[in-house]
């Protein structure tokens, strides 16, 4: 079955930089999205970023344009997730998650989902 596992979380003062790793296994997945998401303490969890495996076409939430950066390996099945700039606002859990084509950012139409990896941002 489809596995995500997620890393590189950590503590950075603001204005500092972080890399997201999801390493998926399980399936081919040329043919599908991936996401990360966010979900800071007592919000809903948020999308972030997404980008198709094949072409690599991205899509961001506003609130990030310009600092993050979504990535993928095809050949490690990894999708990275470079923040810049960060802010205390970017603290939460930040989940990897995958679907088949086409795109959304609706979380309830995603169906596989990593552990989450915690991300801290202090001012």
């Known amino acids: 079955q489809v596995q995500l596992v997620e890393s590189g979380g950590g503590l950075v003062q603001a204005g500092g930089s972080l890399r997201l790793s999801c390493a998926a296994s399980?399936?081919?997945?040329?043919?599908?999205?991936m996401g990360w998401f966010r979900q800071a303490p007592g919000k809903e969890r948020e999308f972030v970023a997404a980008?198709?495996?094949?072409?690599?076409?991205?899509y961001y939430t506003d609130s990030v344009k310009g600092r993050f950066t979504i990535s993928r390996d095809n050949a490690e099945n990894t999708v990275y997730l470079q923040m810049s700039s960060l802010k205390p606002e970017d603290t939460a859990v930040y989940y990897c998650?995958?679907?088949?084509?086409?795109?959304?950012?609706?979380?309830?139409?995603?169906?596989?989902w990593g552990q989450g990896t915690q991300v801290t941002v202090s001012s």
């Open positions: 998650a995958t679907r088949p084509l086409p795109y959304y950012s609706e979380r309830y139409r995603y169906f596989h």
């Open positions: 399980g399936r081919t997945f040329s043919s599908y999205v």
């Open positions: 980008i198709t495996w094949r072409t690599g076409t991205t």
